[in-house]
């Protein structure tokens, strides 16, 4: 992947417009996340660290919609902590704190 096919998917996914509606899984496109993950491997550093940058977004917005799935069906903390390889602590202090569950996410 060339650099310029990779800063069109990334600025897709980071930009103003493009980060404000990267809320739900929906909202990713297959063909984007492939073409971000073949980016990690660019030889330029500032095409590599932006694919990697834009990766830990995307996993910080599908982490959130599994755990309010999972606290929706019923889940504990423990649990939830459990499959993620992280303490209860962090998992209820990162999600918990009176959070509402997003049913339409």
């Not at 069109?8 to 980071?14: I, V």
């Given at each position: 992947m060339n650099s310029d096919a990779y800063l069109?998917?990334?600025?897709?996914?980071?930009s103003g417009g493009g980060q404000a509606?990267?809320?739900t899984v929906e909202d990713?496109?297959?063909d984007e996340v492939t073409n971000l993950a073949a980016a990690?491997?660019?030889q330029d550093p500032a095409v590599g660290l932006s694919a990697v940058a834009a990766l830990r977004g995307l996993v910080e917005v599908l982490e959130s919609v599994q755990v309010d799935n999972a606290r929706a069906r019923?889940?504990?903390?423990?649990a939830i902590a459990?499959?993620?390889g992280?303490?209860?602590q962090a998992v209820h202090q990162k999600y918990g704190g009176g959070r509402l569950f997003?049913?339409?996410r």
């Open positions: 069109g998917s990334q600025h897709s996914l980071t509606t990267l809320t990713v496109r297959p990690t491997g660019s019923g889940w504990t903390w423990k459990e499959r993620l992280v303490s209860k997003r049913a339409g």
